[in-house]
């Protein structure tokens, strides 16, 4: 988050210590005291640690008018530390923040990868290569020259399937007979649970597709049920081995471009799923990506605390085909209508506590004006302010760029 910068400011003469909109008339500011706006930071320091170590020896300073000497119409005189002007606005304001995120493609629901696991019986004839893109429907490996397919859904295969048997794997069995066009709706229903004869006609079209016997069952080991089309990206099994049933054979993500990022835990509760971000890939180009899920298992490396954060592009096109890429993202955590706006570089922090800006009228005069800030944007340098004294279109001090 961006941190206003330290000063050493005085009340105008007067002001009890508790008047928080007491205002400090700069028009005869002197030199050392206007160089404060944008003194470098080694310098302010050395300055106020001066300060503290003769109030500390029982030194007394004498400390006036702060502002005595400078031209109302002169602004800021030269001193080597130039400043500029911004203008107060009234508008809306988001907190941003902007975190360090992995772009690649998504995983199970825990961020891990598939594991493609073997239920057939015989010797690996066939074996995706890593990279290789398996659509639903299609061959995933062959086993002593059978082919295993790999079909769409949670429920992984657990039995062999024929006519009369019922249940969510036959439901997913249903809806890639359907989906696949080896049955049309009207001839199967694609949300039943029921192995019945129009099931077992489809099966038998897709095993003539398939040039392998037209059982109208299905065995365990003939296909494989994962979440969705896979990505292959790592083949753990050898060509010529057995394959024993239940053994792994391969790692997959999904086809689907997703950016993790681990999240600091304290903004948990900051982001939702359904927020929009925008992402900075590595050619520096942007896309805007909406969070897809916020993990709520924490964990804690270097000691540092953070939860999983899966985004998914909007336009996974642009995104292009690396994996693992480093990227920036830019997230929203909180947003503001009809506000008054100043630069976080414009705060003055008082020594008395609380926090001030300096505004120039249309005749050179300076004033301090006491604000209470609200939200950050941390992204664009921007701070919700409120205050009694400080309208829209007020010019105020800010450090020259």
Sequence with gaps: MFKPREHILRQRPGASAGDSQATTDVSDATDFDR?????????RWRLVGLVLALAAAGSAVALTNPFAGASAKGGVPGNGYPTSLATVTRGDLSSQTSVAGTLGYAGAPDG???????????????????????????????VSDTPVLLLCGATPVYRSLYEGDSGPDVQELNQNLVALGYATRSELDP?????????AYALERLQAKLGVHQTGSLSEGQAVFLPGPLRITQVSSTLG????????????????????VNLNAAQ????????RVTITLPNNDTTSGVVTSVGKVASTSNGSTTVPLYITPLDPKVTGSLDQAPVQVQITTASVNDVLIVPVNALLAQAGGGYAVETVDGQGVHRLVAVTPRLFDDADGLVQVTSLGLQAGERVVVPAT
């Design 35 to 43: 160089g404060r706006v944008a003194a470098p930071r080694r310098r």
């Design 112 to 142: 891990s990868a598939y594991e493609v696991v073997n239920q057939a019986s015989g010797t690996l004839s066939e074996l995706p290569a890593a990279g290789r893109v398996i659509g639903c429907g299609q061959v995933l490996y062959r």
């Design 191 to 199: 949300s039943s649970d029921y192995f019945g004869a129009e099931t």
């Design 241 to 260: 081995t057995s394959a024993p049933p239940g053994s792994p054979l391969a790692q997959a993500t999904a086809t689907r471009r997703q950016v993790t």
């Design 268 to 275: 948990q509760s900051s982001v939702k799923a359904g927020d």
